[in-house]
């Protein structure tokens, strides 16, 4: 059984770990336990906590599971509101529970105000993951001003840990950093409303974890708009992270009889290192995604045309697609309105008649008998100023209404809390997809909000109006595929991965950077979902030229694009091109379901190398993009192979034999040489 309760303690069970905690004698629903399994309830203890001085009082000693703002609370407090009368400090009484199956719900009470607040813990035992979320219900006569709301705390009872997280801006998605923590506070956040490249909505934190051993605690919020996470080492000698909804410029009211549930944060314990958590949190991620289908290989022109699209070019390109073994065409940015540039045209939904004179069919019929799925770029929560949705409706932007709104990127943000707006945006991509043979769509936003127009609920509604409307969607159109892309890959979060089915990573496109931005991904997040294209060289951003093999073998550990203007690729790139596409097929399915490891680089050369397992059959990818002094190869060590199996695998047209006791144990040298080298070898 999941879930034990015994007199005041409860104690949450999944294969492998245990989570407990109980109402004490105090009142405070009081943290016991976060780790590896322990069965026996009874032997946890409940001694009663007493102040040490009066500087320490019980409240802020005590390891609670939801600590309130009010009482003796000088720590970080999981709820801070205000009451009708003013009144802002909350008082809770344990109220009870209720059990349905995996699904345990604590009730705490603050009666003088008629505040309820609801603990929520589902466990799914058998990937050692608990949800935990929070609802809290106004059961009062007076509204209730809400003022900052978390999902949870987690207690982990020690200190001095490494909080590892990722950091960075617009073409620098998903830079993994570790960071020392010590006394005092770390804050990771999100603050710009629909989506953020800066930090991601996670916490991992270890002592001395590596890939395949050490104690790792970590959780990751399912949240795609504003987000706060703080990790606190307490005076005490023990560290808490509290997750959910960011409190800056926030401001919800719940009026009498009303219920608010933050996002739910997944929270996990491995001691087994870091690899562990990934597979499981790669497995959570398959398992929310509602499209389980093999991700196709797609074609997207933007870093070719930009846009400067037309039925002719793209029909063009699809030709030399197809021939190379692309799947899905997808036509990108510039399709619509008046859209020359970044200032025009955002909002007006129709087809541009100069670059499509009779609509968009003939492409999409080009498309379909080259043998394609057909794919389309919008951004639906944007507008230009000049476009005629602003001229017709300028109170349906997010504005204080008196100043001159600001554009970024030329735009402005379409106010999603007015219904009118979200049904002009639901029925603009409804009639899209009734009207034309579309399978696939891009689902783009490229700026921040910046005027809230005096709201502060809509950092937190706006993401959710964007739910409401994919799911809407999704509901009609289920086999219909639809890509979260925030200016590359600001949108990548669990939340979003319930409505999207895939992830735009980055538009930082060069073949060696993306090495570094798909391992940082790769912590959290399902390779299914992570899309990945090979693209022209000089690089626009790195501007480095990188062989076309490596750039094709780095796109291919992700689900694989092309976004290479392939009108002028010579005879060269276009027989790599077919082998590579081919290649990519015979081991996709390894890439997007295999258990994904990343491996040890023992050599004084900077290898990077991967492994993707998947039933019996197993991947290895090896980059070389450096050759130093000495080139020195490398032994590698393979992982979590079948030790019995007798493993076959070709490496320079050599065919080796070897069983996984001996590729995990002995393991393989293998050397690469040059700059940009590299394998991906499949063992059958
Ligand atoms: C930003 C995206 O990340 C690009 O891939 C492209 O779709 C452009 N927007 C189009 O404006």
Same mark, same amino acid.
């Given at each position: 059984?999941?879930?034990?309760?015994?007199?005041n303690?409860?104690?949450i069970?999944?294969e492998k770990n245990?989570?407990?905690?109980?109402?004490?004698?105090a009142?405070?629903l009081r943290n016991?336990?976060?780790g590896?399994?322990?069965n026996?309830?009874?032997?946890?203890e409940?001694?009663?906590?007493?102040?040490?001085?009066?500087n320490?009082?019980?409240?802020?000693?005590?390891?609670e599971?939801y600590?309130?703002?009010?009482?003796f609370?000088?720590?970080?407090?999981c709820l801070?509101?205000?009451?009708?009368?003013g009144?802002?400090e909350i008082?809770y009484?344990?109220?009870?529970y209720e059990?349905n !199956?995996?699904?345990l719900? #604590?009730?705490?009470?603050?009666e003088i105000?008629?505040l309820?607040?609801?603990?929520?813990y589902m $466990?799914?035992?058998e990937?050692?993951?608990?949800e935990?979320?929070t609802v809290?219900?106004?059961?009062g #006569?007076?509204p209730?001003?809400v003022?900052s709301?978390?999902s949870?705390?987690?207690?982990?009872p020690e200190?001095?840990?490494k909080?590892r997280?990722s950091?960075?801006?617009?073409g620098?998605?998903?830079?993994?950093?570790?960071?020392?923590?010590?006394?005092?506070?770390?804050y990771f956040e999100?603050?710009? !409303?629909?989506?953020?490249?800066?930090?991601?909505?996670?916490?991992?934190?270890?002592?001395?974890a590596?890939?395949?051993?050490?104690?790792?605690y970590?959780g990751v919020?399912?949240?795609?708009?504003?987000f706060?996470g703080?990790?606190?080492?307490?005076q *005490?000698g023990?560290?808490?992270?509290?997750?959910?909804?960011?409190?800056?410029d926030f401001?919800?009211?719940l009026?009498?009889d009303e219920?608010?549930?933050?996002?739910?944060?997944?929270?996990?314990?491995?001691? +087994?290192?870091?690899?562990?958590?990934?597979?499981?949190?790669?497995?959570?991620?398959?398992?929310?995604?509602?499209?389980?289908?093999?991700?196709?290989?797609?074609?997207?022109?933007?870093?070719?045309?930009?846009f400067?699209?037309?039925?002719?070019?793209?029909?063009?390109?699809?030709?030399?697609?197809?021939?190379l073994?692309v799947?899905l065409? $997808?036509v990108?940015d510039?399709?619509f309105?008046r859209?020359?540039?970044i200032n025009?045209?955002?909002? &007006?939904w129709?087809?541009?008649?100069?670059?499509?004179?009779?609509g968009?069919?003939p492409?999409i019929?080009?498309?379909k008998?080259?043998?394609?799925?057909?794919?389309?770029?919008?951004?639906p929560?944007?507008?230009n100023?000049?476009?005629?949705l602003y001229?017709?409706h300028?109170?349906?932007?997010?504005?204080?209404?008196?100043?001159?709104?600001e554009t970024s990127?030329?735009?402005?943000?379409?106010?999603l809390?007015?219904?009118?707006?979200t049904?002009?945006i639901?029925?603009?991509?409804?009639?899209?997809?009734s009207?034309?043979?579309?399978?696939y769509?891009k689902?783009?936003?490229?700026?921040p909000?910046?005027?809230?127009?005096g709201?502060?609920?809509?950092w937190?509604?706006? @993401?959710?109006?964007?739910?409401?409307?994919?799911?809407?969607? +999704?509901?009609?159109?289920?086999?219909?595929?639809?890509?979260?892309?925030?200016?590359?890959?600001?949108?990548?979060?669990f939340?979003?991965l319930?409505?999207f089915?895939?992830?735009?990573t980055? &538009?930082?496109?060069?073949?060696?950077?993306?090495l570094?931005i798909q391992k940082?991904?790769?912590?959290? *997040?399902?390779?299914?979902?992570?899309?990945?294209?090979?693209?022209?060289?000089?690089?626009?951003?790195?501007k480095?030229t990188?062989?076309?093999?490596?750039?094709?073998?780095?796109?291919?550990?992700?689900?694989?694009?092309?976004?290479?203007n392939i009108?002028?690729?010579?005879?060269?790139? +276009?027989t790599?091109?077919?082998?590579?596409?081919a290649?990519y097929?015979?081991?996709?399915?390894?890439?997007?379901?295999?258990e994904?490891?990343?491996?040890e680089?023992?050599?004084?050369?900077? *290898?990077? #190398?991967f492994?993707?397992?998947y039933?019996?059959?197993?991947?290895?990818?090896?980059?070389l993009?450096?050759?130093k002094i000495g080139?020195?190869?490398?032994? @590698?060590k393979?992982?979590?192979?079948?030790?019995e199996?007798i493993?076959? *695998?070709?490496?320079?047209?050599?065919?080796?034999?070897?069983?996984?006791?001996y590729?995990?144990? $002995?393991?393989?040298d293998?050397?690469?040489?040059?700059?940009y080298?590299?394998i $991906?070898?499949?063992? #059958?």
């Amino acid at each position: 059984m999941a879930i034990i309760i015994e007199e005041n303690k409860f104690l949450i069970n999944t294969e492998k770990n245990s989570y407990a905690f109980c109402v004490d004698g105090a009142g405070y629903l009081r943290n016991l336990y976060w780790g590896k399994k322990v069965n026996c309830i009874h032997e946890f203890e409940m001694e009663e906590i007493s102040e040490v001085s009066t500087n320490d009082p019980v409240a802020e000693i005590t390891n609670e599971e939801y600590p309130v703002h009010g009482s003796f609370r000088y720590k970080e407090t999981c709820l801070k509101v205000q009451f009708g009368d003013g009144t802002r400090e909350i008082r809770y009484q344990y109220a009870g529970y209720e059990m349905n !199956g995996n699904h345990l719900k #604590i009730s705490l009470k603050d009666e003088i105000y008629g505040l309820e607040i609801e603990l929520n813990y589902m $466990v799914i035992e058998e990937l050692d993951l608990i949800e935990r979320w929070t609802v809290i219900k106004n059961r009062g #006569i007076q509204p209730i001003k809400v003022d900052s709301i978390y999902s949870a705390q987690l207690h982990i009872p020690e200190n001095n840990l490494k909080f590892r997280n990722s950091f960075g801006h617009w073409g620098a998605e998903q830079q993994g950093f570790v960071q020392q923590v010590s006394h005092g506070k770390i804050y990771f956040e999100n603050r710009r !409303g629909v989506s953020t490249h800066n930090h991601n909505p996670y916490f991992i934190l270890d002592k001395n974890a590596d890939e395949t051993s050490g104690e790792v605690y970590f959780g990751v919020l399912k949240q795609g708009g504003n987000f706060k996470g703080i990790v606190e080492q307490t005076q *005490y000698g023990h560290t808490l992270v509290q997750m959910g909804l960011n409190d800056y410029d926030f401001q919800i009211n719940l009026n009498s009889d009303e219920e608010f549930q933050t996002p739910k944060l997944v929270i996990g314990y491995s001691e +087994k290192g870091l690899g562990n958590m990934s597979h499981r949190l790669h497995i959570y991620g398959n398992e929310i995604m509602r499209n389980a289908s093999t991700r196709k290989v797609l074609y997207n022109s933007w870093e070719a045309t930009e846009f400067k699209v037309d039925v002719n070019e793209q029909l063009k390109l699809a030709e030399k697609a197809a021939e190379l073994g692309v799947e899905l065409f $997808v036509v990108d940015d510039g399709w619509f309105g008046r859209r020359d540039s970044i200032n025009d045209g955002l909002g &007006d939904w129709w087809v541009n008649k100069d670059k499509f004179p009779h609509g968009l069919k003939p492409l999409i019929e080009g498309v379909k008998k080259l043998g394609m799925d057909f794919g389309i770029w919008i951004e639906p929560e944007m507008v230009n100023p000049n476009a005629d949705l602003y001229k017709n409706h300028p109170d349906w932007i997010y504005s204080s209404h008196k100043r001159t709104p600001e554009t970024s990127r030329g735009q402005l943000v379409l106010n999603l809390c007015k219904p009118e707006v979200t049904e002009f945006i639901h029925d603009m991509i409804d009639n899209l997809l009734s009207e034309n043979d579309i399978d696939y769509i891009k689902w783009d936003v490229n700026r921040p909000i910046a005027e809230t127009g005096g709201d502060q609920s809509i950092w937190y509604t706006h @993401i959710m109006k964007v739910y409401e409307i994919v799911n809407r969607i +999704k509901e009609k159109y289920p086999a219909v595929l639809i890509e979260a892309c925030a200016s590359g890959g600001g949108r990548t979060d669990f939340q979003t991965l319930e409505y999207f089915d895939d992830f735009w990573t980055s &538009d930082n496109t060069d073949a060696l950077d993306r090495l570094t931005i798909q391992k940082t991904y790769s912590y959290i *997040y399902p390779i299914k979902a992570m899309r990945a294209w090979v693209t022209d060289c000089p690089n626009f951003l790195s501007k480095r030229t990188i062989p076309l093999k490596f750039r094709y073998h780095s796109a291919m550990m992700g689900t694989l694009g092309i976004g290479c203007n392939i009108l002028k690729f010579g005879e060269e790139e +276009k027989t790599l091109s077919k082998e590579m596409i081919a290649q990519y097929k015979d081991i996709r399915e390894i890439v997007q379901n295999g258990e994904f490891h990343r491996l040890e680089n023992n050599s004084t050369n900077s *290898y990077e #190398i991967f492994q993707y397992n998947y039933r019996d059959e197993t991947l290895l990818y090896l980059f070389l993009p450096m050759t130093k002094i000495g080139h020195k190869g490398v032994k @590698i060590k393979m992982r979590n192979l079948n030790p019995e199996k007798i493993y076959t *695998y070709l490496i320079a047209d050599r065919e080796f034999k070897k069983s996984g006791n001996y590729l995990m144990n $002995v393991g393989i040298d293998i050397k690469l040489e040059g700059d940009y080298s590299s394998i $991906v070898v499949k063992f #059958i």
